[in-house]
């Protein structure tokens, strides 16, 4: 019904860069929040940006200054630039959105929508 798909995760050296993005597809009405999350091993879920339909951004404390969250309304897609990345930060980094669809019925839903992950490994 609805999916999401991350790509541009990769290999980087400390201090390098690495931009993200986040499609979403199906039958969408609207997309209100999306945010990107990151899971290191052994470690939870942490938020690392978000953003609002509207334009409206939050970050981590740790990622202000170094990541950007933008976002494409028409294409359905999140961006996140990461500038300056750290090797404590490599982690499996997760799309996150709040989608409004129509389902096979034709009804309006809305779900909280999660990608299966994209891998950012930074080297020291």
């Known amino acids: 019904q609805v999916q999401l798909v991350e790509s541009g995760g990769g290999l980087v050296q400390a201090g390098g860069s690495l931009r993200l993005s986040c499609a979403a597809s199906g039958r969408i009405i609207r997309i209100n929040a999306m945010g990107w999350y990151r899971q290191a091993p052994g470690k939870q879920r942490e938020l690392v940006a978000a953003?609002?339909?509207?334009?409206?951004?939050n970050y981590a404390d740790s990622v202000k200054g170094r990541f950007t969250i933008s976002r494409d309304n028409a294409k359905n897609t999140v961006y996140l630039q990461m500038n300056s990345l750290k090797p404590d930060e490599t982690a499996v980094y997760y799309c996150?959105?709040?989608?409004?669809?129509?389902?096979?019925?034709?009804?309006?839903?809305?779900?909280?929508?999660w990608g299966q992950g994209t891998q950012v490994t930074v080297s020291s």
């Open positions: 996150n959105a709040e989608v409004i669809y129509y389902t096979a019925g034709d009804y309006p839903a809305t779900k909280n929508t």
């Open positions: 953003i609002t339909s509207s334009g409206s951004t």
